[in-house]
């Protein structure tokens, strides 16, 4: 197989699983889905709808239409539980083959870690009897917290204002990009009032930029995960907008059409990881295809730790 040095995981599959269901405790996850395509002979053999927490992260997936056969694909998705289970729905959109899965893997996002409180060593009270013998008493040394940073995160409501999200997380203005500090080279700001399918977080979608150029974070060394959320308004079909996607250097997407996966007026995250190398992390946005300019609502970014 290739794009994989495992390829124990994804030789082995199942069809048509219905839904996987995970009893956790409620919070954030991500979500990691894993495929390979061995049966089918075309693109349109075997198209999949999955949806995760009642929230459709992939309308029509195609496996051999993304790496065709004997390659592995990993999707990676982000989502919230709060009913005490995860459910991830695999469906059949398209093709005559069913749905099918190679593996699952789930971890819950780590809350930040709280910082040391330092604690005071109690100091004896003197007395005014004189000791002829007793011994020189040595300060016992008190520990001092030592004041730990924050991993850097960024949140960013492209084309908006600072907007605060249901989970009570703020995602900043807007902004040029400045050395030393993060933002667009290029591009519209543009917005709407239409009410947004799969989130309730409407507004962070509801505005955008436009043909943006790059977004660049200046940010330290280290691996990321970056999420892109999307929703398409102005597409009229599926080939009015296609975008390339960049970071730092990779494509990541080639082709990505949003109406094509969720529709119009309907929230699309995705998620990558990169690595920074040189303290800036660039994220490109080009058009391939059609006469709309790619566009952004939001861009995500946490370090790992």
Avoid: H
């Avoid at 040394?141 to 703020?170: E, H, I, K, L």
């Amino acid at each position: 197989m290739s794009n994989t040095e495992d390829d124990a995981l994804y030789q082995k599959r199942r069809e048509s699983p219905g839904a996987y269901r995970f009893n956790l405790p409620n919070g954030a996850y991500q979500v990691g889905l894993y495929f390979a395509e061995f049966d089918v002979i075309k693109s349109t053999d075997r198209v999949m709808r999955i949806t995760i927490e009642g929230v459709v992260v992939e309308s029509s997936l195609s496996i051999y239409g993304q790496v065709g056969r004997y390659a592995a694909l990993t999707k990676s998705y982000q989502v919230t539980v709060n009913d005490g289970q995860l459910n991830i729905q695999l469906d059949k959109a398209g093709g005559s083959n069913p749905p099918v899965i190679s593996a699952v893997m789930i971890s819950q996002t780590a809350p930040p870690t709280p910082t040391p409180t330092a604690t005071s060593t109690p100091t004896a009270t003197p007395t005014n009897t004189p000791c002829v013998t007793c011994p020189t008493a040595t300060p016992t040394p008190v520990a001092t917290a030592t004041p730990t940073s924050a991993p850097y995160t960024q949140r960013a409501n492209n084309g908006g204002a600072v907007f605060t999200d249901g989970q009570g997380q703020a995602w900043a203005a807007d902004k040029a990009f400045a050395s030393g500090s993060w933002g667009y080279t290029a591009g519209t700001a543009k917005s709407t009032t239409t009410a947004v399918a799969g989130t309730t977080d409407d507004a962070l979608y509801q505005k955008w930029r436009s043909a943006p150029g790059e977004y660049r974070f200046t940010a330290p060394n280290g691996a990321y995960e970056i999420t892109l959320r999307f929703a398409e308004f102005e597409a009229t079909r599926s080939s009015s907008r296609v975008m390339k996607i960049t970071i730092e250097g990779v494509v990541v997407e080639n082709t990505l059409n949003v109406n094509t996966l969720v529709g119009n007026a309907a929230a699309l995250n995705k998620v990558y990881q990169t690595t920074v190398a040189d303290g800036v992390l660039n994220i490109a946005f080009a058009k391939n295809g059609g006469k709309l300019d790619p566009m952004v609502a939001a861009i995500q970014i946490p370090k790992l730790p």
